[in-house]
């Protein structure tokens, strides 16, 4: 019981003891948003694997023998992006001050390729496509701002002024 009463009344997170019993509930939705972002890349990293192990055929007859390798590259950057959403939010999840800056990041570039996209009529999948995208960049903002909060912020050790 005291033990309790001493960690509720320390200034910060000691992430290593206090992550479990401490952790705001912000930090758990901006984990849960992070799964949430990382799913659909893997899922659509595998369609062009999948497409890759027929285009041999195709590139053949176009007599294009790089696209092969651009399915193949473009699918497993899509599931490298997915497995690491996965991996930030556990980290997130532990008080990893690592995976607040690298979910911060990944955020932020989020919003900007699907501001990009969005201006430039650039939506995969036509009209559905369009919704999936804006839903992508709704769920990378409230990420940020659930970053930037005050028990969030001390939670992951940083500064109240820090900016990354």
């Known amino acids: 019981m005291v033990k309790k009463i001493n960690m509720l009344t320390k200034k910060g997170y000691n992430t290593e003891t206090d992550s479990s019993k ?3 509930l912000a930090v758990i939705i901006i984990a849960i948003l992070s799964i949430i972002a990382g799913i659909p890349y893997i899922f659509s990293g595998l369609a062009p ?4 192990a027929f285009v041999p055929e195709l590139s053949t007859l176009l007599r294009v023998p790089e696209l092969s390798i651009l399915y193949l590259v473009t699918g497993g ?3 490298a992006i997915g497995i690491g959403y996965l991996v930030v939010s556990y980290g997130l999840l ?7 800056t690298v979910t911060l990041i990944l955020s ?3 919003i900007v390729t699907s501001i990009i ?8 999948g036509g009209g559905e496509g369009g919704s999936l995208l804006l839903g992508h960049m709704v769920i990378s903002i409230a990420i940020v701002y659930f970053l930037y909060r005050p028990q969030v912020r001390a939670f ?3 500064s109240p002024s820090a900016k990354i």
Do not use: D, E, Q
């Open 156 to 158: 992951f050790g940083r």
């Open 94 to 100: 532990k008080g990893r001050g690592w995976a607040w």
């Open 77 to 79: 950057f899509l599931i």
């Open 49 to 52: 694997l999948a497409v890759a």
């Open 108 to 110: 932020y570039i989020g």
């Open 22 to 24: 401490l952790r705001p």
């Open 117 to 124: 996209a969005i201006v430039g009529g650039r939506i995969p």
